[in-house]
Each structure stands twice: as structure tokens, then as C-alpha cells.
């Protein structure tokens, strides 16, 4: 039956009662994302509950799931076959994958980044999570076995991403994880937008403490900066603790916020060579140590190395 528009809906007759996913239901220019699995079955999952599931529900974004079985080969389905070049485990075929994402493509022309789930990509984060939610939608590939026939992800211009510096059995966990970050983005989901804004990550650094009531719990008592009712103390103070837990606890996350404030000739500084060729300009003294020094061994840190120069000029 062909179909019919009815405003933002486009729906067609149907026995079926309506679900969080039902497929004969399309709603125009709404954030959609689409999964390529073995495991249709595991969605919404975690996605149908709460508020991503209310949203859900409310049309304010769509999960459309692609069966990789259905396009699997021989009358057992089969999607994945042995390693070119020997090894263990098994390999997902690009023709059983490639008629899996034409079929995806059909159902959403829409265009949409293909991401394909593999601890070869770059780690999701919330700068990918609002990198996603302002665009159109997704579509992720959700990996099994030992991995893709690296020729999909080169005809169809896949990038990868990766949850995390692990291993899992399927990319179904990670694509529901990945999904929930962005979701709870979109316009309309969350009820306090400003929630968005002042959590962790959202500037680069994990988020300072919070509390509530009781205002004395166990002996303890919420910071009296926090009851003081002095904005602008308790935002230097939520600043400052924001600032002690990540450079206490994520080193990582700090390194990449201190390397924000550097201009673009300190940042090229990656070796020997190019530090030298920066202090012969800026600071002469410090390049003459190294020149009287050829053997030194500097920090990879620029700044930690300058901060060695320093020293030794001094002595």
C-alpha cells in the first residue's frame, strides 16, 4: 500500500498495535538512528526506558534497526566466513554487510554518518556525542566475531569508534551507550537544558561535587560556600574543584585543556629538533644549552622541557 503523509507522520494501514519502533511509521526531519546488528532484538533495550524512552515515545527522535541476518547467504543465513590469510575467529562478509546498509540507506535516504563500532576507532566522547546530535542521526555497525572485510568500510566511506580501550563481545552494548550520550542532547529530551551545559565533560572537565539536603549527613556537612547564597563564590569554587578532580583524577582530560592555551608555535613543538628551532627565536639562552648539550634527554612535555632549560641555564 502506498504511503501518505499526514503532517509530520507518514503512516500506512496496519494490523500491528504501535510500538517505540514500529516500522511503518516515519516522522519527517526527526533525528533518527539506525543499527545494523545480529541482535534486533536487543533494541530499544535500555533506549525504551526512562528518558531517552519517553522521547522515544514522543516522536522527538527514531531507532530503526537493519536484520543483518536477513541479508545472510544459503538457507542458514550464514554472514561471516574464515580470515583471508588464515587465523582464528571469523570475519563479516562485505556482501552480506554491503546489502545491510543498502537496505539501511532505502529505508532512511536521508544521508547520515556510518559508523562501525571497533576498538580501532578513536574513543566516543561527549564532544562526538553533540557532534552527532547536531546533525541528522547515525547509523552505527555493530561488529561481531573478529571483525568487518575491511573493503566495506572503504567503499562506503565508514569511520570507526571505539567505547573504550576494550574488548566486547558485540557492539550492541557500546551502540546503545553511544546513543544514550547523544539522545539525551537533542532539543526537548531533558527537561533543564542548563543540565547539559555545567556536567562533566561538557567543558572538557569532569564536573565539581554536588549535594543536597539533609545539610549535616553521618557528620558531614555540604561546603559553606555552597549555603552562603554568593553566586559568585560558588561558581570559583565549583570551578576550582572542577580543575582539582580532573587534574587529580584524569590526567589525560587536564593535559588536553592545558593544551588549548597554547598558541600554535608552542603546540608544534613535538621533539628536539623543533624546540630548538623555537627557542633560537624566543629564547636564545635556552637553545645555546642545547647546543652545548647535543646529549640531553628532555621531557616530551614542551613545557616541561623549556622548564629543564631554565634550570640548566641557571647553573
Known amino acids: 500500500m502506498a504511503l501518505k503523509s499526514h503532517g509530520r507522520k507518514s503512516i500506512s494501514a496496519s494490523l500491528k498495535p504501535r510500538s517505540l519502533m514500529d516500522d511503518s511509521e516515519r516522522l519527517a526531519g526527526v533525528w533518527m538512528a539506525q543499527v545494523i546488528t545480529l541482535l534486533p532484538q536487543a533494541f530499544p533495550g535500555l533506549l525504551g526506558e526512562s528518558l531517552t524512552g519517553k522521547a522515544l515515545k514522543d516522536g522527538l527522535w527514531q531507532l530503526d534497526t537493519v536484520n543483518l541476518r536477513d541479508h545472510g547467504l544459503t538457507k542458514h543465513r550464514n554472514v561471516d566466513d574464515t580470515p583471508a590469510g588464515g587465523g582464528a575467529g571469523m570475519v563479516l562478509r562485505a556482501d552480506v554487510m554491503g546489502a545491510a546498509i543498502e537496505e539501511a540507506h532505502a529505508r532512511a535516504p536521508f544521508p547520515r554518518p556510518i559508523y562501525y563500532l571497533s576498538p580501532r576507532g578513536p574513543r566516543f566522547d561527549q564532544k562526538m556525542a553533540r557532534a552527532w546530535a547536531s546533525g541528522p542521526g547515525v547509523t552505527l555497525i555493530c561488529g561481531r566475531f573478529e571483525g568487518l572485510d575491511e573493503r566495506v568500510l572503504e567503499h562506503y566511506g565508514i569511520r570507526e569508534v571505539s567505547l573504550g580501550d576494550f574488548v566486547m563481545t558485540g557492539g550492541e552494548p557500546a551502540a546503545q551507550a553511544m546513543l544514550d550520550a547523544t539522545v539525551r542532547l537533542l532539543p526537548g529530551v531533558l527537561g533543564n ?123
Open 193 to 315: 537544558a542548563a543540565s547539559t551545559v555545567e556536567e562533566s565533560f561538557s567543558d572538557g572537565m569532569l564536573e565539581h561535587p554536588q549535594y543536597t539536603r539533609p545539610a549535616e549527613w553521618q557528620g558531614r556537612e555540604i561546603p559553606p560556600t555552597l549555603m552562603s547564597g554568593n553566586h559568585g563564590e560558588i561558581a570559583r569554587w565549583r570551578r576550582e574543584m572542577s580543575e582539582t578532580l580532573t587534574r587529580t583524577r584524569r590526567p589525560d582530560l587536564w593535559a588536553a585543556s592545558r593544551e588549548d592555551l597554547l598558541d600554535d608555535d608552542i603546540r608544534a613543538i613535538r621533539d628536539t629538533q623543533t624546540l630548538t628551532a623555537f627557542l633560537e627565536t624566543e629564547a636564545p639562552e635556552l637553545a645555546q644549552v642545547l647546543r652545548e648539550r647535543p646529549d640531553l634527554t628532555l621531557p616530551a612535555d614542551p613545557l616541561r622541557a623549556v622548564a629543564l632549560l631554565a634550570r640548566l641555564a641557571r647553573s
